[in-house]
């Protein structure tokens, strides 16, 4: 397998989710902004835009969280033309290590997916 195509997006806010990664508002309101079924819809997302592996986090990296969930809460998705994977972690911390956290395990999950 041969990957060619990169690129990045962020989108923090849900507008910047649905115009740039093709969600829908309702679907994210459905299911929480911060879910499994965003991470994986947002990597999705992401593949279709070109992209040959994607990956995507969505969390609470603090000082506070919603929807009663706890600060740390991170959903990171991967997807490539074979699969889409979502992983969740409770990270600790403050908000600058708890983003740390997440990106350098998103770079573990991207080297894990490209290793098998």
Known sequence: MQYG???????????????????????????GVVSKQVAQAMAEGLR??????AVSITGFAGPTAEEGL????CYIGISTDREV???????????NSIRAQAANMALFLIYKTLTK
């Open 5 to 31: 195509t990169c690129a990045g997006i962020v989108t923090y806010s849900i507008q910047s989710k649905c115009k740039r990664l093709g969600l829908n508002p309702h679907f994210i309101d459905e299911h």
């Open 48 to 53: 279709k835009n070109g992209s040959d592996i």
């Open 70 to 73: 706890p600060v740390g809460l």
């Open 85 to 95: 994977s979502v992983y969740q972690n409770v990270f600790a911390g403050d908000r």
